[in-house]
Each structure stands twice: as C-alpha cells, then as structure tokens.
C-alpha cells in the first residue's frame, strides 16, 4: 500500500504485515491458540448500534476526562514494551504523538525508552506509567519514584501476570531481544538490574526480567503500593464483578478491562464481553477503561456506550509506527477520532456524555425473523 492513502486501521495492519523483522510474532501473536486473540477483535461485531434519529448533532465534541485530566476524545495508547522494534521512534513516537492530540498515552516498564526522556520529549503529555510488583520490591519501589519525579500522573498497576502465559508463536520463532537495545528503566534503577543480572550469568536479557514477576502477589501488595505511592493507582487486567468490587474496596481509582491483547490466559472472554459486568459491580465508584481488539472509533463507541470512560489502542500503535513512526502514528490516532467523531453525528448525540447503554444492544437481544 505504498503511497496510497489509509482509510482504516486495517490498512496500517495490511501495510504492517511482514514488516515487523524479527519481532513480528513477538508484537502481532497471542498465547496458546490465538482463541482470545481472536476474540478481542470480533466482538465488536456482537454488539449493533440503535441510533436515534432528526437530532441537531451540526456541533460536537468528544472531550472528556480521564482522573481529571483533560483529553480530546475517551481514546488512548496502552503501554506496550519494546516499542522501538517497530520502529527507531518507539514509544517517543508514540508518546510525542498522543501529546499533539491531547490523548492520554501509557508507557511501560519494559519501554526501550525512559521515563525521564518521555517526560522531557513528550511534557505536556497525558503519560501514565505501567508497573509491576516485582520480587525484587526495591525495583518496583525505584519505578515508583522515578514516574512520580518526572510528572506522571499515575501508576498503571498490571496485575494479569503471575506468569508469563503460553505464547506459542514467539516460542517457535525462537525471538530474542536485539542485543542493541536495552530496556532503561531496568537498567538505570540504583544498580539493582545489574545485581540480577550478575546472579543470572548466561541468562538472556528479557528471561532475566520475567524471572521477577511474582506469582505470590496479592491484594496486599496493592494496598502496600497505594500507601507507598502518591499517585493514583489504576489496576489493569481485571475480568470479573468479583475483582472489581475488591479493587475498589481497596481504594484504587480505575479498573482497567484487559486480558493483556490476548497474551496471557487464553481462553478467557473478549474484554468487550465482560465490560458491562465490570461497570455494573462498580457503578460510580471509579472509572472503568478497556483495551483489547479495539479497531476503530466505532469500536470506542460501542465500549463507551457500554460504560467505559475511555478506550485504549495496542497494537494498531505498533502498525502505525511500522509505516511512519510518529507521524504515523499520529495519522492512525486522527483516523480514529474522525471515526468517533462520525458515529457520534450518526448516532444522533453531539458529547461522549450522551452516550449510553441504550445506544447498543447484542446481536443475541436482536429479533429473530
């Protein structure tokens, strides 16, 4: 599709495809049998809109907020790691890109760019930070205070990987993480990396970093980080009413619907399927946000009118950083808010906060002829 204009998401997927070297079952592949992969994108289909029609819908807008931060549209980018395989730009680019368009913008732990250089590239920006608890607690405690120092405005605690699950496509492949990249926020945290990696000689690089997820954590150590922290905390990978009520029990400020882009235990619902019975069990408690399958601003339609207060992107990031680094990805995101801003007028309402549940129904409610 060289040279050709971009009319959909799918076209930066189409143009991604094979592009990726190395990495591309890394970035595109999921756990097991792709089954909750799969299904992420495809729910989308089950749910069909119920527009309301001869509204005034000439002016619109699709701002909102997130914690209290202002944002152009309930649309964002989810914290990817190793993003600088895509493309030299990484998640600069991404960041950079997010803060043209006033979009919120998660970086990971496993970023191939630091905090600190995302926070001095990218200061304006809406940037929330993706942590883990790690084994070692003194790790995750430098995070912390690094994200805090360089102007985060919260933590983004994911809580879906005691382990790593079974991703079969990058086993076969036999990835391994380019020896010219590094990931700076393990290495620049007071020597600690270092240590690891001195106790673990001959061990690669990523395996190092996955031997510190813990699968002995539990709510306990999210109410240790919500005192040790003083940014808010939103709990990311949670599928359940139960999870969710707990969560909010223990005082976080958003649930995030994940199951990690299908990467981890495969098998469980698409994260548009369980979305109503998360915002149900929490009501107004905290907000509620959703990744995983999203495709287009109709897609973030649908989640917002079921009860997300804002909708992150994952790989279509990636795709876009494949064709243009920043500029791609800025293209890719503006694609999206014109598709959000075109099923609002079609939809018949003229804010996100007109948007409800009442706007979709599933496919199963539909009558039958």
Not at 119 to 135: C, D, E, M, N, T
Not at 305 to 331: C, M, Q, S, Y
Request: glycine share 8%; with cysteine.
């Amino acid at each position: 599709m060289e040279g050709s204009r971009f009319l959909s998401v799918s076209d930066f997927e189409e143009y991604a495809r094979g592009r990726h070297g190395q990495a591309e079952a890394y970035f595109n592949s999921g756990s097991f049998l792709d089954q909750t992969l799969k299904d992420n994108v495809s729910a989308y289909s089950r749910y069909r809109f119920r527009p309301r029609v001869l509204r005034d819908v000439s002016q619109r807008d699709m701002s909102t907020t997130v914690l209290g931060s202002p944002v152009s549209c309930p649309v964002g980018v989810a914290p990817m790691g190793t993003c600088c395989l895509a493309h030299p730009d990484g998640e600069m680019g991404i960041a950079k890109a997010c803060e043209r368009l006033q979009l919120p913008f998660g970086l990971s732990t496993v970023s191939t760019v630091s905090i600190e250089n995302i926070a001095a590239g990218a200061p304006h920006s809406v940037r929330w930070f993706q942590l883990y608890i790690f084994k070692e607690r003194r790790l995750t405690e430098t995070l912390v205070r690094r994200a805090e120092a360089a102007g985060f405005s919260a933590l983004v605690l994911t809580v879906d990987t005691p382990v790593a699950g079974r991703r079969l496509a990058t086993m076969k492949e036999g990835f391994k993480f380019p020896d010219h990249l590094r990931l700076p926020n393990i290495d620049a945290s007071d020597g600690i990396f270092e240590s690891l990696r001195t106790e673990a000689a001959n061990v690669p690089y990523l395996e190092i970093i996955g031997r510190q997820m813990d699968p002995s954590i539990t709510w306990n150590d999210v109410k240790w980080l919500l005192k040790f922290t003083r940014l808010p905390v939103i709990v990311k990978g949670v599928l359940t009413a139960e999870d969710s009520r707990e969560a909010v029990s223990q005082g976080v400020s958003a649930i995030w619907v994940s199951n990690h882009g299908g990467r981890q235990l495969d098998g469980v619902p698409a994260s548009l399927d369980v979305l109503a019975e998360v915002v149900d069990a929490v009501g107004d408690r905290c907000e509620v946000y959703l990744d995983g399958g999203v495709r287009s601003g109709y897609d973030v339609i649908k989640a917002i009118a079921i009860g997300a207060r804002a909708v992150f992107i994952g790989r279509p990031a990636l795709w876009g950083l494949v064709h243009k680094g920043t500029e791609g990805v800025v293209n890719l995101l503006q694609l999206v808010k014109d598709e959000v801003d075109n099923a609002m007028a079609l939809l018949g309402v003229t804010t996100i906060s007109e948007v409800h549940r009442g706007h979709v129904v599933h496919e199963s409610f539909l009558p039958k002829l």
